[in-house]
């Protein structure tokens, strides 16, 4: 079945502590990307990858880092997280294939940092 | 300046009546492409419907359908004969083309929360 996983679905943390957030695709996809969902603001995206070690800034990328070195994963991490992170947090994936390059989301992580 | 913008926060469809949920959208790379997604109360994001800036014809799948104006740049999504399955959190997102950072520079809007009623 054609997916994005994303691992774990609830973490509750405390300020200061590094965590990661994983995504896999299993759909061979070129293109990846994180978003934060806050009431009232709809989505942000937060970073993207168009492949393997190519990455970039989206709107909210402060305090958030990711990593890209093999095409399928997508990692999101936070070094440092402080309660402002404290959001619900969607990976999605794409590719060129169909033209529309329309994303298909995982389930969504609910990070709350205290 | 906002690039996508839904102005209904909640909205409300008898159900078997049509329904159309605005958005506009600001850009100016002349490749864009628009989305619908659908966010039901159990929290997935599905996607319904794409429209190109380029495409000729409105885009439509089932019973979406995306009423494009691009001159007045709304990209609106009408609901035909609504169902109680169709309530949930609908979000208008935009991606423009390379002069704007490449095709998965992606934007969405807040969302419009619409309820359909027995």
């Known amino acids: 079945e054609a997916q994005v996983t994303q691992n774990p679905r609830y973490l509750i943390t405390v300020t200061g502590k590094k965590l990661t957030v994983t995504c896999s695709q299993n759909m061979n996809h070129e293109y990846m990307s994180w978003y934060r969902q806050d009431p009232g603001l709809g989505l942000r995206q937060i970073y993207y990858?168009?492949?393997?070690?190519?990455?970039d800034k989206g709107d909210v990328p402060e305090g958030y880092k990711v990593s890209r070195k093999e095409k399928r994963n997508f990692p999101l991490i936070l070094e440092s997280p402080s309660p402002n992170q404290t959001s619900l947090y969607f990976c999605?994936?794409?590719?060129?294939?169909?033209?529309?390059?329309?994303?298909?989301f995982g389930p969504g992580t609910r990070l709350t940092v205290t | 300046a906002q690039k996508i913008t839904q102005t209904q926060p909640g909205m409300f469809v008898q159900e078997k009546e049509a329904v159309t949920l605005d958005c506009t959208y600001d850009?100016?790379?002349?490749?864009?492409?628009l989305f619908w997604y659908k966010q039901p109360s159990s929290g997935e994001m599905i996607f319904l419907i794409y429209q190109g800036s380029y495409d000729q014809q409105n885009a439509t799948e089932g019973r979406y359908s995306l009423n494009f104006q691009k001159a007045r740049k709304s990209a609106n999504l009408v609901i035909s004969a609504s169902q109680l399955g169709d309530s949930a959190m609908y979000f208008c997102a935009m991606r423009e083309g390379r002069r704007s950072g490449g095709y998965q520079k992606v934007t969405f809007g807040i969302g419009t929360k619409l309820q359909v009623i027995p």
């Open positions: 999605a994936s794409s590719s060129r294939d169909r033209g529309t390059y329309e994303q298909y």
């Open positions: 850009t100016s790379d002349p490749s864009y492409g």
């Open positions: 990858s168009m492949n393997v070690e190519v990455t």
